[in-house]
């Protein structure tokens, strides 16, 4: 279970006084679920996934994850407690191979083959295809991202945190990339946690939160929120949108 209580975060403004990024957030997400963080850009959303894993430190509350305060660890040690942080434009590793990088991930250099194609399976990729190939230019946008998360699934992380994975990739990649999600969530092995605007994507969550001006300001499950949204989307008032970038 991850538990947030009473977030904040806050940097100088131009004047040399604190401008609240984040402002008392606390949200509770349970095991095997699958939550979508949305709102209007520069809410707060990336900010929040960024403290989670370590990657900005707050200036006020705690972040727990299956019960340890993680607030003070480094992204190392929550990586090793089962925290993950899938970045919007993934990385490339030119002469680094498929395999190696998820052997790599999974801390086992005797990492097995047959092992890692179960992994790029588990992501809508071939293995065969891929396992081989190296991690560079040559691959799309959509088929690095299915490999970032392969990577994720091979650290065998529990809660697994995406910003924006829809970001720079084709719609084709897109639906796969959606599919992939669904198919982890099936599972009920990992704890998602998803940044988006898209329609699809939100549309498979469990929960929804929405948050702007650094504040949640609504929560609960795809059922009682997704509607309000669509509404807003009809009315003209929204910031979701329908198909990838």
Known sequence: M?????????????????????NDVSLTVADNQFVVITG????????????????????????SWNGTDITDLDITQRARLGVSYGFQQPPRFKGLKVRDLLSLASGRENLKREEACQYLTKVGLCAGDYIDREVDASLS?????RIEIATILARKAGLMIFDEPEAGIDLWSFAKLTETFQAIHQRREHTLIIISHQERIINLADEIVMIGDGKIQKQGP????????????????????????
């Open 141 to 145: 946008g959509g088929e690095v991202k």
């Open 40 to 63: 209007p850009n520069g809410g707060g959303k990336t900010t929040l996934a960024k403290a989670i894993m370590g990657l900005v430190r707050p200036t006020g509350g705690t972040i």
């Open 2 to 22: 991850l538990e947030i209580k009473h977030l904040s975060y806050q940097v100088e403004d131009e004047t040399g006084g604190e401008l609240g990024i984040l």
């Open 222 to 245: 795809r059922e009682e929120i997704f509607p309000e949204i669509l509404a807003n989307t009809a009315s003209g008032c929204s910031y979701l949108t329908e198909g990838a970038n």
